[in-house]
């Protein structure tokens, strides 16, 4: 088990290597990051001031190594705009994106997981078939066109729901819904194709043998472990909506993470659109850690194999 | 024994007329019902769109709404944004560049995922470990912010959205690839052909590729809707195709300060456009996956 979670550590220490790597190629690649994101018509004298500022006027490989330093120790450089900390800015954003995140985690179950099992358990009926368009539809209705439409319908046309911003339940309902759209429909698949793996093994046609009602069979035996790869699922997605709600947050104004980095875009404010990026990297990869180490803990199997 | 109907046996030995309707069965008709249409319609923009989409239509207000609401013109049949051009004009370019990007930057990914996949899957070593590596770091940044922060740096162009997206969307198929080429190296045919003196690249280019263009097909079919739309996120976002070219991501964008006003048609028709289109790839997805390797039918 040591020996499992120091490899898988140093596996994960390698990504956020290659991962800072990475980004710190594409932003010299590209371009001056200060020319890109100065004023036009900024003096000569102050972009070399600035350059020297930040250090980008040493050697590569120093610049990298004071990169990385940076981000070990959470020094992710200050935001133009704010005059603050891009760390600071990041984590006083995270509970706004967790909120949300969560909501749409929390919709897309209610939606996800009974339609799929409703589908896998009554195979190749009318419920599998409306199955069947959900998931379709989830996964071609972009969830930005859906949170627009959703406006269209529940604010400016029926106005029983805010249009943006931050407050009660109320303003949570439409941008939980479009988040969670995709990840509903995903649910619902994986559900499906997990309750039917499950209910073709050995352990269910026994409890069936035994005599046990079909509703017991489902509830107590077969979704129970059907649900296992579902929320492993969810939890990687929870991860990811809390970083990658960009366009949602911004069509419904929600103060979170994905807004912070449509601002950096938009107000070329190179810190912090570098800083967001990083930290949703590091964010992910600690969390795929854990989620690892976690499996390797419960099942041995995962362990002793890989 | 198997014993052959007469009818099978006619047909084995070919007395049966051509079949001239068969030919159709078992296509995928309602994706491609969809998709010709569109495809023809961006191939012939120049020739079938109304109006200069860059430009007011001349005489027109801005804003005005489709032909069959009050205020509507017939001239311009879906109405105008807030330049006064013409939405059908703009609608038609936007499936252009819609469907560019989204086959351009599949098959720019699919390239990169497959070539990386495949050295990676029958060289092993330290190219394999290098390759995965940067596979997983690339795989840990969500698509979409990693997308978001290329453009940002390379600036808006519609050929840079495209190697952006390429360059975003290569690691799942040097994921798959790498798998299927592994258990590719332990078949006897290309032991055999390693046996017989054939070089790695003559392996390669003989015995392995060939053997997983199926997968990446059906990765290309399932990558394509997903192409489509993160184009239309970055064009919603400023950062991808950039104005004044019609894209239907950005046209969602500039009518969402009317929405609030009821102008729905400024949104909803561009979204709706590229509902239809990934409605029908990921139909003809569906349908390749099936016909093209059944064991991939749960993927």
Redesign the interface.
């Known amino acids: 088990m040591i020996r499992f979670i120091i490899r898988r550590t140093l596996?994960a220490l390698?990504?956020?290597?290659?991962?800072s790597l990475?980004?710190f190629t594409?932003?010299r690649l590209?371009?001056d990051p200060v020319s890109?994101m100065a004023e036009p018509g900024a003096r000569a004298e102050d972009l070399d001031r600035v350059r020297a500022e930040w250090g980008l006027d040493r050697p590569y490989p120093v610049q990298f190594l004071s990169f990385l330093k940076n981000i070990a120790t959470g020094e992710l450089g200050k935001s133009f705009n704010y005059e603050m900390p891009v760390s600071t800015l990041y984590f006083q954003r995270l509970p706004n994106s967790l909120e949300l995140a969560a909501a749409a985690t929390l919709l897309s179950f209610l939606i996800g997981i009974p339609a799929g099992l409703i589908s896998g358990v009554r195979v190749n009926t009318g419920w599998d078939n409306f199955g069947k368009v959900v998931a379709?539809?989830g996964?071609?209705?972009?969830g930005?066109?859906l949170g627009?439409?959703l406006?269209?319908v529940f604010?400016?046309?029926l106005e029983w729901l805010p249009?943006s911003g931050k407050g009660d339940w109320r303003h949570l309902v439409m941008p939980a819904l479009a988040l969670g759209w995709y990840f509903a429909a995903s649910l619902l698949r994986l559900t499906r194709?997990s309750m039917l793996e499950v209910l073709r093994s050995e352990y269910i046609k026994l409890a069936r043998l035994k005599g046990l009602p079909g509703y017991v069979v489902i509830a107590m035996h077969a979704f129970k472990n059907a649900l296992i790869p579902v929320l492993t699922l969810a939890g990687l997605n929870l991860v990811?909506m809390i970083?990658?709600a960009?366009?949602i947050e911004?069509?419904f104004a929600w103060p979170g993470i994905g807004r912070l980095?449509?601002e950096?875009?938009?107000q070329r404010d190179f810190p912090l659109?570098?800083g967001?990026?990083i930290l949703?990297?590091c964010m992910?990869?600690l969390i795929?850690l854990a989620i690892d180490i976690l499996y390797a803990y419960i099942d041995p199997r995962i362990r002793l194999t890989r | 024994m198997v014993s052959l109907s007469p009818q099978t046996s006619a047909a084995a030995i070919g007395h049966r007329p051509i079949d001239w309707l068969g030919q159709f069965r078992g296509l995928p008709l309602l994706p491609l019902a969809i998709l010709v249409p569109f495809v023809l319609v961006a191939a012939f923009a120049d020739y079938i769109a109304p109006y200069d989409p860059t430009e007011p239509v001349a005489g027109m207000k801005i804003f005005t709404p489709p032909a069959w609401m009050q205020g509507g013109d017939i001239r311009v049949l879906l109405g105008t944004d807030f330049q006064g051009r013409d939405i059908v004009s703009r609608l038609i370019f936007g499936a252009r560049v819609s469907l560019i990007v989204g086959v351009t930057g599949t098959v720019v990914a699919g390239g990169i995922g497959t070539l990386l996949g495949v050295l990676a899957g029958y060289l092993g070593g330290w190219v394999d470990q290098v390759v995965m590596?940067?596979t997983?770091?690339?795989l840990?940044?969500?698509?979409?912010?990693?997308a978001?922060?290329?453009a940002?740096?390379?600036?808006p162009s519609m050929w840079n959205i495209v190697i952006i997206l390429g360059a975003v969307y290569w690691t799942r198929y040097a994921r798959v690839i790498r798998g299927e080429v592994l258990s590719l190296r332990e078949r006897e045919f290309v032991k055999l052909a390693e046996i017989a003196g054939a070089s790695s690249a003559r392996v390669i280019r003989r015995h392995i590729v060939p053997n997983v263009l199926n997968t990446a097909m059906v990765l290309a079919s399932l990558t394509i809707?997903v192409v489509i739309?993160a184009e239309?996120?970055l064009s919603?976002?400023?950062?991808g195709v950039p104005p004044p070219q019609p894209a239907w991501g950005s046209m969602?964008a500039e009518g969402?300060s009317t929405?609030?006003?009821?102008m729905?048609w400024l949104?909803?028709l561009p979204?709706?456009c590229?509902?239809l289109v990934?409605?029908a790839t990921?139909?003809l997805g569906d349908w390749l996956r099936i016909r093209l390797d059944p064991q991939l039918r749960?993927l």
């Open positions: 596996y390698i990504t956020l290597f290659i991962l990475t980004i594409v932003v590209t371009g890109l379709l539809l996964l071609s209705v972009p930005f066109w627009l439409v406006i269209l604010s400016v046309w249009t194709s990811v970083n990658a960009v366009i911004v069509i980095l449509y950096g875009i938009f659109v570098q967001v990026v949703a990297g992910i990869v795929n | 590596r940067v997983d770091a690339w840990a940044l969500p698509a979409l912010v990693f978001i922060f290329l940002t740096m390379l600036g809707g739309i239309a996120s919603f976002l400023g950062v969602l969402r929405l609030m006003v009821g729905w949104t909803i979204g709706f590229i509902m990934v409605l990921q139909l749960n």
